[in-house]
């Protein structure tokens, strides 16, 4: 059988529009004392295109799941911002899909790294994850 990580290529990427909700600030997440977009939920952000991009190329009853993620966190987005992340596939190895993401608000980079995901058999994780 075909390795499903094998329908993923370098260079593949996807861009989403996210909106800063006061639940993605840092003052709600308690991450910061205002609200502006939070690390973690910029990195959900991310993780949200790479997962998307992935799944949309992986046959059904696959998925993957987040195994590393180097990020940094630039610049401020305000409170009722929009703003984009994209995920662009670098490399894959195997079931490892190697991943630069970034976040931006218009042209200002917001942040920027890069992200592991590797490919499962849903019901075989779930079995084994006792789910």
């Known amino acids: 059988m075909m390795n499903p990580a094998e329908r993923i290529a370098p260079g593949l990427n996807k861009e989403m529009a996210f909106e800063v909700t006061l639940e993605r600030t840092a003052a709600h997440l308690g991450s910061g004392a205002v609200k502006v977009l939070s690390t973690p939920s910029m990195i959900l952000f991310m993780e949200i295109a790479a997962r998307t991009l992935l799944d949309e190329r992986l046959p059904q009853g696959y998925s ?43 042209d200002t980079l917001i942040g920027q790294g890069g992200h592991e995901r590797y490919v499962i058999d849903v019901a075989r994780f779930l079995k084994r994850a006792g789910g």
């Open 64 to 106: 993957s799941v987040g195994t590393h993620v180097d990020v940094r966190h630039l610049a401020a987005a305000p409170l009722g911002a929009q703003v984009a992340a994209r995920a662009e596939v670098e490399r894959v190895e195997d079931n490892r899909i190697f991943l630069a993401v970034e976040c931006r608000q218009g």
